[in-house]
């Protein structure tokens, strides 16, 4: 089955340590998001990308790095200039960059505070 | 600044009953409107997509409504069984942009109870 794959779902950081979060996809999809979700609060947008070798900031890129190498897989660094990191992070896929294109989304990865 | 306002914010219903859940937006100019259901612990999943022209749209038990003039749009559920339980999500998308810029409301939750 197509879909997209969060990995890990649970994840620790330590203070002053970057860590990444993986996704990636199997349904061919062009571009790929970066969300992150807070209790109370709408999904905001991290990074994006439309193709390989690109991506853009979102509305609270800072703290935060991306890459994507290959189609597949867009990985989401948090670094430890990211203050207040504690969040469920979502990573999302549409076929391409259009306004009618519906997003897929992984089940998510949440990242705590040690 | 464009806006999504969900209500209410949580709701209790028995299994078998109906509800409506509201969405209300000041996005402009508006392209379309999408509803999510997000589980808990897990990543939202489309329900529906619709654009301004669509005044209704059904997915199974799930139906839309919209009415572009005064932006507002409702997801009626009917008949709900134990797993509707789950956030609902309303998403609208601007005109002239790609997924980049949509505006996530804070999502209304439904709890189902035998």
């Known amino acids: 089955d197509g879909g997209i794959t969060q990995s890990p779902k649970y994840l620790f950081r330590k203070e002053g340590q970057n860590v990444t979060l993986s996704c990636e996809q199997n349904?061919?999809?062009?571009?790929m998001y970066w969300y992150r979700q807070d209790p109370g609060q709408g999904l905001r947008l991290i990074y994006y990308?439309?193709?390989?070798?690109?991506?853009q900031k979102g509305d609270i890129a800072e703290g935060y790095s991306v890459s994507r190498e290959k189609k597949e897989s867009f990985p989401l660094t948090v670094t430890s200039a990211q203050k207040n990191p504690t969040a469920f992070y979502l990573c999302?896929?549409?076929?391409?960059?259009?306004?009618?294109?519906?997003?897929?989304f992984g089940d998510g990865t949440r990242l705590s505070i040690l | 600044k464009n806006q999504v306002e969900q209500s209410p914010q949580s709701l209790i219903i028995l299994e078998g009953k109906n509800c409506t859940l509201q969405?209300?937006?000041?996005?402009?100019?508006?392209?379309?409107l999408r509803w999510y259901k997000q589980d808990t612990g897990r990543g939202p999943v489309s329900l529906t997509i619709?654009?301004?022209?669509?005044n209704t749209k059904s997915n199974g038990r799930y139906t839309a409504t919209l009415d572009a003039d005064t932006k507002q749009s409702s997801l009626h559920i009917t008949a709900s069984q134990l797993s509707d339980s789950a956030s609902y999500i309303c998403?609208?998308?601007?005109?002239?942009?790609?997924?980049?810029?949509?505006?996530f409301g804070t999502g209304t939750r439904l709890t189902i109870i035998p």
């Open positions: 619709m654009t301004f022209s669509e």
């Open positions: 969405c209300n937006y000041t996005v402009s100019p508006f392209s379309n």
């Open positions: 349904l061919n999809h062009d571009a």
């Open positions: 999302a896929s549409a076929e391409y960059q259009g306004s009618n294109q519906p997003q897929h």
């Open positions: 990308s439309q193709i390989v070798n690109d991506f």
């Open positions: 998403v609208v998308s601007p005109s002239n942009f790609g997924n980049e810029k949509l505006t």
